[in-house]
């Protein structure tokens, strides 16, 4: 009975943090529809600041804290919602997701960069360490104590916030009507952005008090997320005091099992599968379950959505192009290292798993965070599978990863949007902690998965085993391309335009997300499949498919193209890592960088470029022009011309700066084009003529110098040539005075006047 | 009527491809009730939105005051006095009926003065200012909707739709507090589909029809043939 | 029998009342009219027959078969198609896939020759390899009308196709319903252009806060005094 007693002590005090993490992911989405999956990162982030502040500076406790939660994590959450939440109002839930998924990306990487963790580090201690309390016989730390107090502060701060503050109600009024909120003088703008300050907050202090209990890891720092998001699914998204109880509920599951798993009749494993990885996979299965008890979603009409623009592709581009990609990894693979063999390689199998996202998440609007998932049952199947890597064996596999990747989403499909994710975000961390992390699965940590079987031909080389991944991309992005230009493909493209048509036209909403699933985990499979190496649990963890799903979104989820630019941009970025070790640090923040630009521009920055090159594709005097460019700067490098960091900062300018900007200078009145010309050639003279290396002290102050010198002349050339119409917008505030004259009536005063510009 | 309130110069709107309004133009002059009339999907919720800020027209001209402010954001209009109260029921259904209070407050009034007038105007609602306002019945919630024009003493008031599904006995007593509103002198530009509960509290009547004004004039002068003529076809 | 009975539909949406039993017929080769003010309960109906709102109350015939609880899926295997008051092309297929995509759900042996015959019959042949999101709204209208006729129906609702039109598109499009119940189609029509649908129905209902208050051949609509009060409300 005391044992009972103070595991559910323990299980409350677990809860109470689960609490505070999920009611700061119920405040952002009620007020601004976002569903922040970098929630959890962010308490990671503050625990780590707080540990800087506290224990690296060993400033007081309380000023540390003060700073941390009420200065750094507020103004955090202001600049989220400012500059990156605020854009993505009207975007498609693919895209606002990804870009959550990019701000976590993006603060895992600042964390693995500013706090290694091979850095022997100062312990983050709990609370008044060593003081505890004794209630009832039992002895109960100060800091479970201080969490309590915490959650109940919260549950109290937050009740009298939303219910006694004009704030708070606003945040109400926000959820029940937006247009009626600003009809009545409020601001959802400032209510979002407070919203998300105090989320910011919240999921800030939850971070504090965890790492005090399981130290500073980045892993279950972020991870705490998938708790807040049981318990607020359980809350509905919307129900604050759902949520708590949700919360509590899980704590004390957690607690109970690891009282219970200690008892000797407690089975160790059950059919021959060690279930040590449970205990970790129970707030994955509460999620799934409260999930699949969400009622069917509704077929709506007149849902916003957002159209792609993607063209049919035809079927000699498409061949012309896999021919070529073949031609081209031939080419170049005699004259690469063995390293750089194994990373190219590496960014092809990537490729793969970004390919099938292309025809569930491109073509059929689902999104699904568990695609490597899927890569790593292939790899097992392909390894256990008798037949020695034959291609028989190959496709055995795939079928049946095919056929569980159905099988999986039988139950999620009745989901949609962000459910639909969230439960394809569960399957991903159950599969990864109770199959990948089985000793059975995984001897001593990883597998041999066979080399595929070829009948004359024999691949026994990391070359070999890249052309075959290339060939293995270009025969699947031709099989991805067969579908979309079939029967299938407008099935899948119809149900993403517009469900409610489909169905009424008498589709099957269902078997046809069934056929979709499949596909992509039959597709995925094959990454895994052919792996050909020995591999190992880690390669297919579920926070490894995130980067994945978001440079193909980056890319274009929609297009084989996309696929292959989301997978080596991935691979790319460790060659990037491995040529210029400098840049190590910056490569970890790359993906997320870039990730969050889609919030600033919904259709994506890499989107509005990837438009500037594709009007560039059949312009060939400026394309052999933009690679003569590049060329230059590179031979200026290999003839030691200029520094690394000079070919750095002058390649990326060139491509992301100079590039883009050819055919709007190519289409602008004469003196507009010499003058961007002009300005474009400063720019260039500018990135290649400073001394990187010793003028510029540090990566940061590079990179910053390298992100302003595209602002001011990419973004300041891009301005010169197009002629955008001037928006005309005129403050209230002097309703009454003066009329000032508009553009229109000063034109047309100008033409009255004879005035001829 | 030299200085009009409110005006509208050529306006165009659509939602995404479709076009709603195709050139509209209106005055209202300070003081003057305004009926628009005109059948369903003639584009008189749309007006309201785009006088409203809700909706940036793709082209034309917003005046209020004499100041241009076309795609000024509707919170900034609504500050500056322009007070509207939007089709269905312009309530917070999940706010009780004092916190549908407290967000009139942006209009800088006190929220005990805005309290203080509404219950004086409307008892029944004081005794129900803890109770959730999507709990009333319609003609209750119409009245706190209309207790934000009555309490915030603003400059024009916008009515979309004041009687949709409301029984007519509950309908006439409303529209006796938006007489007494206008009374007070605020412009008022109130949409309606039942023509004959308006024409009697308008001064000016507008009848719209296929994103267009078809007829505008003195709100007596409107005869029911024409009316008839334009909701049922002739 | 009729092609349509529609048979005490009550649709509740928590404690408002959006329809309150609602009787309605609809036969083969005829157009009806369904006509109300705002909020009366039209495109709620509409959702009902077509099977993406289960109704409180009431039941649902198609050719006699009860489709009440059948998905919306099945209902169009039965012979039921509708087009949406605001637009639900798949705007990212050309005008030609929108209706090969509805033509080759109906299983239709000559997909081709099927699509090509629908988008001559209503007049947007030279718009076939056009993106669907780019158009106009008054083809997109006529694009969903023949998306819908592509499943080859035998009972068509219409949720306000003539709203975007033009006058000359809207006179095309009373021609166009006609000659399809010539062919014996039934049609269920909302719509706001009176002079459409007074031209072109055989028999209207007139909903009003969710019930039906009248019903008759469009001359008995419109001197019917209870259909203007409807409309034009009580003086106060």
Known sequence: MQELLTFTIIGLSTGAIYAVVASGLVVTYTTSGIFNLAHGATGMLAAFTYWQLRFDWNMPAPLALFITLFVLCPLFGILTERFVMRGLQGTSEVVRLSVTVALFAFMIGIANWVWPSDSSREAFTKFFEGNTVSIGGINISWHKLITFGCAILVAIVLRLLLFRTRMGVAMRAVVDDRALTELNGGRPDRVAMFAWALS???????????????????????????????????????????????????????????????????????????????????????????????????????????????????????????????????????????SNTLLLLNGFTFAIVALSLVPLTGYAGQMSLAPLTFAGLGAIAMSKLPGDGNLLTLIVAVVIVALIGALVALPAIRLSGIYLALSTAAFAVLVTKLIFNQKQTFMSGNIAVPVLDIPFIEINSPRGRLILASAAFSLLGLGVVAIRRSRLGRRLIALKDSPAAAATLGMSLTRTKLAAFAISAGIAACAGALAGDKVSPQQYDFTQSLPIVLLTVVGGVGTVGGALFGGLMLGGNSVLASVVPTLKNVTKILPGTIGVTLGRNPSGAANQIADAFRSLSNRWSLLAFAATGGIVIWILDAQYVISHWAFFISGVFWLLAVTPNLVGILQAPRTRQIIASIYLAIGVIVAISIDWDNAVDSTGKRLIALVLLIALFGVGAQRLTENAPRVHRASPDVIGLTTAFTDEELDHAERELGVVL | MTNPILELRNIRASYGSIE?????????????????????????????????????????????????????????????????????????????????????????????????????????????????????????????????????????????????????????????????????????????????????????????????????????????????????GS | MSLLEVRGVMVRFGGVMAVGGVDLDVQAGEVTGLIGPNGAGKTTLFNVISGMQEPTAGSVHVSGVEVTHEAPHRRARRGLARTFQRLELFSSLTVRDNVRVAAELAALTNVDETVDNLLEKVGVSELAEQTAGDLPTGSARLVEIARALATGPRLLLLDEPASGLDEAESDRLGVLLRELTADGLGVLLVEHDMSLVMHVCDRIFVLDLGFIIANGTPSEIQHDPKVLHAYLGAPS
Request: hydrophobic share 50%.
């Open chain 1, 200 to 338: 910011a907050m919240l999921a800030g202090l939850a971070g504090i008090l965890l790492a005090g209990e399981q130290q500073l890891n980045i892993e279950p720092l972020v991870l705490l997320v998938i708790n807040a998001y049981a318990a607020a699914i359980i809350g509905r998204l919307k129900n604050l005091p759902m949520t708590f109880a949700g919360a509590a509920v899980l704590g004390l599951l957690d607690a109970y099992y690891l009282q219970f798993s200690d008892k000797s009749w407690f089975p160790q494993s059950i059919m021959g599968f060690g279930i040590s990885g449970m205990r970790a996979s129970i707030p994955t299965i509460v999620l799934f379950i409260a999930l699949l008890a969400r009622p069917q979603s509704r077929l709506r009409a007149g849902v916003v959505r957002i159209r792609e623009q993607n063209k049919v592709p035809t079927w000699s581009a498409s061949l012309m192009g896999a021919v070529a990609l073949i031609a081209i990894v031939v080419a170049i693979s005699g004259m690469l290292t063995r």
């Open chain 2, 20 to 232: 709603v309004l195709h050139g509209v133009n209106l005055s209202i002059g300070r003081g003057e009730v305004v009926a628009l009339l005109g059948p369903n999907g003639a584009g008189k919720s749309t007006m309201i939105k785009v006088v409203s800020g809700l909706l940036r027209p793709t082209s034309g001209q917003l005046i209020v005051g004499g100041r241009d402010v076309t795609g000024a954001a509707a919170s900034a209009l609504a500050r500056a006095g322009l007070c509207t109260i939007p089709e269905g029921r312009g309530i917070f259904p999940n706010l009780t009926v004092r916190e549908n209070l407290l967000m009139a407050t942006f209009s800088g009034h006190k929220l005990s003065d805005i309290e203080e007038r509404t219950y004086s105007r409307f008892p029944r609602l004081s005794e129900r200012r803890t109770q959730l306002a999507g709990t009333m019945s319609g003609g209750e919630q119409q009245m706190l909707s209309l207790a934000r024009a009555l309490a915030t003493n603003p400059v024009i008031l916008l009515l979309d739709e004041l009687s949709m599904g409301l029984a007519p006995l509950i309908v006439a007593e409303l529209y006796q507090q938006v007489a007494a509103i206008a009374a007070e002198g605020v412009s008022v530009l109130v949409v309606e589909q039942f023509a004959r509960t308006v024409l009697g509290v308008a001064d000016q009547a507008v009848l719209l029809a296929h994103g267009k004004v078809q007829v505008s004039g003195k709100a007596s002068e409107i005869g029911e043939d024409v009316l008839a003529g334009a909701y049922l």
